[in-house]
T-cell receptor
Framework: GNSVTQMEGPVTLSEEAFLTINCTYT??????LFWYVQYPGEGLQLLLK?????DKGSNKGFEATYRKETTSFHLEKGSVQVSDSAVYFC?????????????FGKGTLLTVNP | GAVVSQHPSWVICKSGTSVKIECRSL??????MFWYRQFPKQSLMLMAT?????????EQGVEKDKFLINHASLTLSTLTVTSAHPEDSSFYIC?????????????FGPGTRLTVL
């Protein structure tokens, strides 16, 4: 079956530091890959996605590249801000790009200190 | 602002009672709604998928008689935890799939914390 493994947190960084959150997956076929973010007290929000190999998803300074050869979709940001503090979830869907019926990783708590 | 709401945001109940959780899509019609369960430091686990006006499809290992799902309209789905027990204590999250501002995507609710004493 499908599975997603992501870096366990918590991750604590200083403002303007570089961020990487690792994510690898196991899936049959060619899944679509997603990063979701959950700010305190709010629902999950789609941060970025990639639907095929070598695609790069990007949003709000975050980037992730779909690497089929390493089955990875690592999240990166060059300079984090305090407002980026949240829980980040890597996920996959094997239903095309319609991002339904998702398989999630455990989530990584990021705290950015001023 | 939020596009999917859940009510209540938290609930405490006695063992043996039933609890109903509502999930509403705001400003759009949800063709499909999903219910997830999340244990501390664990992934979100999909429990069931429901389409308006039809029976929910449950994931393997989820008791459909225990977790009753009703998707009565395009903006409302309810999850009822029947005869709740302490092991049902968890964080329940719904999501709604539909088209909002021309984009077909999935929006998540903020979750409901259930504690069964």
């Amino acid at each position: 079956g499908n599975s997603v493994t992501q870096m366990e947190g918590p991750v604590t960084l200083s403002e303007e530091a570089f961020l990487t959150i690792n994510c690898t997956y196991t899936a049959t076929g060619y899944p679509s890959l997603f990063w979701y973010v959950q700010y305190p007290g709010e629902g999950l929000q789609l941060l970025l996605k990639a639907t095929k190999a070598d695609d790069k998803g990007s949003n709000k300074g975050f980037e992730a590249t779909y690497r089929k050869e390493t089955t990875s979709f690592h999240l990166e940001k060059g300079s984090v801000q305090v407002s980026d503090s949240a829980v980040y979830f890597c996920a996959l869907s094997d239903s095309g790009g319609s991002n339904y019926k998702l398989t999630f990783g455990k989530g990584t708590l990021l705290t950015v200190n001023p | 602002g939020a596009v999917v709401s859940q009510h209540p945001s938290w609930v405490i109940c006695k063992s043996g009672t039933s609890v109903k959780i509502e999930c509403r899509s705001l400003d759009f019609q949800a063709t499909t709604m999903f219910w997830y369960r999340q244990f501390p430091k664990q992934s979100l686990m999909l429990m069931a998928t429901s389409n308006e006006g039809s029976k929910a499809t449950y994931e393997q290992g989820v008791e459909k008689d225990k977790f009753l799902i009703n998707h009565a309209s395009l903006t409302l789905s309810t999850l009822t935890v029947t005869s709740a027990h302490p092991e049902d204590s968890s964080f329940y999250i719904c999501s709604a799939r539909g088209t909002l501002r021309g984009t077909d995507t999935q929006y998540f609710g903020p979750g409901t914390r259930l504690t069964v004493l």
